[in-house]
C-alpha cells in the first residue's frame, strides 16, 4: 500500500521568506505527482502535476521537483505572502486513484 | 465551464438518517471519482467511475454506502443509517480520460457531513 507523509505538519514563517514542503512517498512505481492547496473548509485546487519522466514543474513563484527513485518531492514557494497561508497536500497517482499525505499547513505573517 | 460542483456544501443530520451528495463534473470529462476526508487528514480513496460504469470501490465504502453515475453525467453518493463516524468532507473530482500517463485530476468544493 502506497503510503504518503509530508513533513513538517506545520510551518509558520514571515513575510518573503522561501517555503520548502517535502513529501515522501514509499512505492516508487507512480504515474505522477500532484501539489494541491486546501484554504480551511474548502475544496482543493491543483497547483502542479509533475509526470513520472519529469524531474521538476513550474508555475509562477511555484517550483515542484520530483526524485522519483528515492520517493521524494519537494514544493518551493518563493517570497512568500499572507494569502499564501493554507494547507498544501501532495497526493501521488498509481492507476487512476491518488494516494494524499495529511498536509502541511503554512500561515505566512505579516 | 465553471469547474466541478458539489450539493450540497453543508448537510447537519441526524444518526440513522440517510442522506444524498451530488456531484457534477466537468463537462467533458469521462472519469468521476469520489474521496473522503476527516479533519487533519489528507482524502482518502471511496470510488471511481468511467462513465456510467462504477470500476473500483474502497474497502472504506461499506454496505450502507452506494454511488451511482446514471448516463455517465453527475453522479449521487448516499449514505444509509448514518453513524457519527460518517462525518467528514465527501470530495469529488473528476478527469478527462488519461493521455499516456498523465491525468490531472480537478476538485470540487466538497460536502461537509456533520452526524448528530
Known amino acids: 500500500k502506497q503510503e504518503v507523509t509530508q513533513i513538517p505538519a506545520a510551518l509558520s514563517v514571515p513575510e518573503g521568506e522561501n517555503l520548502v514542503l517535502n513529501c515522501s512517498f514509499t512505492d516508487s512505481a507512480i504515474y505522477n505527482l500532484q501539489w494541491f492547496r486546501q ?46 497561508s493554507a494547507t498544501y497536500l501532495c497526493a501521488v497517482r498509481r492507476d487512476y486513484k491518488l494516494s494524499f499525505g495529511a498536509g502541511t499547513t503554512v500561515t505566512v505573517r505579516a | ?29 469521462n472519469r468521476l471519482y469520489w474521496y473522503r476526508q476527516t479533519l487533519g487528514q489528507g482524502p482518502e480513496f471511496l470510488t471511481y467511475f468511467q462513465n456510467e460504469a462504477q470500476l473500483e470501490k474502497s474497502r472504506l465504502l461499506s454496505d450502507r454506502f452506494s454511488a451511482e453515475r446514471p448516463k455517465g453525467s453527475f453522479s449521487t453518493l448516499e ?38
Not at chain 1, 513563484?61 to 518531492?73: E, M, Q, T, V, Y
Open chain 2, 1 to 29: 465551464d465553471t469547474g466541478v460542483s458539489q450539493n450540497p456544501r453543508h448537510k447537519i443530520t441526524k444518526r440513522g438518517q440517510n442522506v444524498t451528495f451530488r456531484c457534477d463534473p466537468i463537462s467533458e470529462h
Open chain 1, 39 to 84: 484554504d480551511p473548509g474548502k475544496g482543493l485546487t491543483s497547483l502542479l502535476l509533475i509526470q513520472s519522466s519529469q524531474r521538476e514543474q513550474t508555475s509562477g513563484r511555484l517550483n515542484a521537483s520530483l526524485d522519483k527513485s528515492s520517493g521524494r518531492s519537494t514544493l518551493y514557494i518563493a517570497a512568500s505572502q499572507p494569502g499564501d
Open chain 2, 79 to 116: 449514505i444509509q443509517r448514518t453513524e457519527q463516524g460518517d462525518s467528514a468532507m465527501y470530495l469529488c473530482a473528476s478527469s478527462k480520460l488519461p493521455v499516456g500517463s498523465y491525468n490531472e485530476q480537478f476538485f470540487g468544493p466538497g460536502t461537509r457531513l456533520t452526524v448528530l
